[in-house]
Every structure is written in structure tokens, then in C-alpha cells.
């Protein structure tokens, strides 16, 4: 009989996934607030992530195999369930979509010295980067191997590099009313629950097991935010006109106002060497998840002319987007977190729990202990993200 998977196997494979471009914007975005809240930010997230990646868990254990969250909400709503799932995966997803290709973008016209008008880099990134998605798992699985290297290698590399350049001063910044910004990034920056029903089947099924690697797993992406946080908010000021508050209102990633306030151009290097690393890795992700659902989902078979067919449809929707808006980097995770991750993430495992457990009965060999008061306490958090969010967009 075959072996299951070892519980860091699996703890990696969430981790893997949920660390990425994310966290390009977290220190943007938490800069308002400081260091000290943008901690709890973090902790209330994880938290909250960790609950319904274990929602999905029990939900996985209700499926006869493997499913994804379309068959999932099927099986628990309906119909209606259905459609839902279906419109904030495609609005999630394009969302990313869109963040990554940007992000990408913008890092090209960097390296060309800014010689490359602002549109022109999404599309050379484009141009260059989505033939690996044409061809498939097996060519990006071979690639990313040497990606994650990279991240992990140029990660440290800044750690040791940059920790000396901290300033304990820039970390005492305590405003917890703007703390809040940071919400729909954490959400996108802890979300990894796509990859449960894929994890199952890594575990054989083994419902502790498979906690344990979401436990786990879950929480190495707390520590290197943690980490990640100190440093680039230690080094970069909120404030000045190359601060954290003008990187936000230039729609920048965390990288760029580095090369102010560090004199050591290969601190600078190595870090763009990581946003390139963390980016890549996202858009392989990301992309590759789109074009699997978009295939199932108007089935369309993989041949060469149907995967050329869903590569446009992959990519030419957020190409349009990033030539009429190139600097949404920002903006595009800000949307997928605080509207897609809550909504498909947040809310819609508390629904199917909640309809399958106490009105269609289905049996499970794992519950996450709390009941109904646990699922109304996260229902209670997911609004109050929404109202956050609708009100910041909206409003101001």
C-alpha cells in the first residue's frame, strides 16, 4: 500500500502557496498603521485563515474524491452555490491575475532603466513568461524548482544583508485606525485553501495529518511576514517623500523605496532578485490555476489549439487592464483580498459548513470544534472586513 505524504511535505505545499507577491504589498500598506499593529493585522488573519482552511478540510471529507470548490458548493448550496463560487473565482483570479502581470511589468521597465514606456513592460513580461503556461505543468513544475530556490536564497541573502540597516525608530509608528488598510492584503497573503483537496489526496486521506500540515504550514508564512515586516519597515520611514505613504500613493511594491535609504547597492539588488522571485512564482500559480479552471469550466480540451484559446483567455483580459492602468499593482491585491479571498475564502466555507453539517447531515470523519458560535464569530469577521473594505473604497 502505498505511502501517505510526510506532514512537512504537506506543510510545505501550503506554505509554498501561500507565500508570493503578497508580500510585496504588505509593508505598504501596514506602514500606515505601524509595526506593532500591523502584527495583530497578521494574527487575527492567520487565525482566521487557519479556521477556514480547516472549514475546507472537513468540507474535502464530504467529497467522494478530489473536488474543487465549484463541485464543493455544488454539492452544499446548489445551484446557486454554483454560480456564486464561479463568478468570485473568475473575479479572484483575474484580480491576481492582473496584480501579477503588472508587478512583473513594472520590475522590466526597471531593469530597461525605465527606457520602456509603463505599458510596454507587462506585455515584454508577457510575451516572454507565458509560453511556460502554454506548455503546461510539467515545464513550469521543472521551473519553479529553480524559482523557489531563487526566493528562498535571495530572501535570506536580504535578511542577512539588511537587518543592520534597521532604524528602531521607524517600528514605534502606532495608528491603529489605518491598520486596517492592510486587511484585504493579509487575507490574500494567508490564502493557500485552494490547494486542500490536492493536499487530501497528498495525505491519503488522513484527516490528522492533513491538519497538522495546515497548522504548520500555515504558520511559516506568519513568521517570514513577521520577519519581512521588521526589516522593510524598519529600514523605509512611513513618511518623506520616499516613504511607505508615497510608495502607496505611487502604486509601488515594497522594493522600490529601498534604494533611499540603503547605500549598499546589492541590498538593492538581492531584494529585487526576491520580488522578481516572488512574483514569478505567483503568476506561474496563479495562472496555471485560471487556465485548469477555465478549461473545466467551458470545457475546453487541452490540444494546442485549445490551450492557445485558453491562454488568450487568460491573458488578454488583464492584458487590457495593465495597458490602460500600468501602476495597479496595489489595487488589483487590494480588490482580490478584500472582496475575492473574503467572499470565496471567508464566507463561502462558513455557508457550506454551516448548510452541510446542520441541514443536509453529511457525515465527516473531521469537525473543527466551536459549533455554530466559531462559525458565527468568523461570519462576524468577514462582514465587518467587507464593511472595512466597501467603506474605504467607496467612501473615501
Not at 488522513?206 to 504550514?217: C, N, V, W
Request: hydrophobic share 55%; proline share 5%; with cysteine.
Amino acid at each position: 500500500m502505498e505511502k501517505s505524504g510526510s506532514i512537512m511535505g504537506g506543510a510545505l505545499l501550503v506554505a509554498g502557496t501561500s507565500i508570493g507577491g503578497g508580500m510585496l504589498a504588505l509593508p505598504i500598506l501596514t506602514g500606515q498603521g505601524g509595526f506593532v499593529p500591523s502584527l495583530a493585522v497578521f494574527i487575527t488573519c492567520w487565525l482566521f485563515m487557519v479556521c477556514t482552511g480547516l472549514l475546507f478540510l472537513e468540507i474535502s471529507l464530504w467529497m467522494d474524491k478530489e473536488a474543487n470548490i465549484i463541485s464543493m458548493a455544488q454539492k452544499t448550496l446548489g445551484p446557486l452555490g454554483k454560480a456564486f463560487a464561479w463568478g468570485l473565482y473568475l473575479f479572484l483570479f483575474y484580480c491576481l491575475t492582473v496584480a501579477y502581470v503588472v508587478g512583473c511589468g513594472n520590475l522590466l521597465c526597471e531593469l530597461f532603466q525605465n527606457s520602456l514606456p509603463d505599458w510596454a513592460g507587462p506585455l515584454l513580461f508577457v510575451a516572454l513568461f507565458a509560453p511556460f503556461v502554454y506548455a503546461g505543468t510539467k515545464v513550469i513544475g521543472k521551473l519553479n524548482i529553480f524559482l523557489m530556490l531563487g526566493l528562498g536564497a535571495s530572501f535570506f541573502a536580504f535578511v542577512i544583508l539588511g537587518y543592520s540597516h534597521v532604524e528602531p525608530e521607524n517600528l514605534v509608528r502606532k495608528d491603529w485606525s489605518l491598520s486596517f488598510l492592510a486587511l484585504p492584503i493579509a487575507f490574500t497573503s494567508f490564502a493557500y485553501q485552494g490547494i486542500i483537496p490536492s493536499l487530501i489526496t497528498y495525505m491519503h486521506h488522513d484527516a490528522r495529518k492533513t491538519r497538522q500540515a495546515i497548522l504548520i504550514g500555515s504558520f511559516i508564512p506568519f513568521l517570514t511576514y513577521l520577519l519581512w515586516q521588521w526589516l522593510i519597515m524598519g529600514i523605509v520611514p512611513a513618511d518623506g517623500p520616499y516613504g511607505l505613504t508615497a510608495a502607496l500613493a505611487n502604486g509601488s511594491t515594497a522594493i522600490q523605496p529601498l534604494k533611499y535609504f540603503i547605500d549598499n547597492p546589492s541590498i538593492f539588488i538581492i531584494a529585487k532578485l526576491f520580488a522578481f522571485f516572488a512574483l514569478v512564482t505567483s503568476f506561474f500559480g496563479v495562472t496555471l490555476g485560471l487556465l485548469d479552471f477555465l478549461a473545466d469550466g467551458l470545457r475546453v480540451e487541452k490540444t494546442k489549439q485549445g490551450r492557445l484559446l485558453l491562454c488568450f483567455g487568460v491573458f488578454v483580459p488583464p492584458m487590457l487592464i495593465a495597458y490602460t492602468h500600468p501602476h495597479v499593482f496595489l489595487s488589483a491585491l487590494d480588490f482580490a483580498g478584500g472582496f475575492g479571498c473574503a467572499l470565496l475564502l471567508g464566507l463561502l466555507p462558513i455557508l457550506m459548513v454551516w448548510r452541510g453539517r446542520y441541514f443536509l447531515k453529511l457525515p465527516s470523519t473531521y469537525s473543527i470544534p466551536g459549533g455554530k458560535p466559531l462559525l458565527i464569530i468568523l461570519l462576524l469577521f468577514v462582514v465587518f472586513e467587507l464593511v472595512c473594505e466597501t467603506m474605504h473604497k467607496f467612501i473615501h
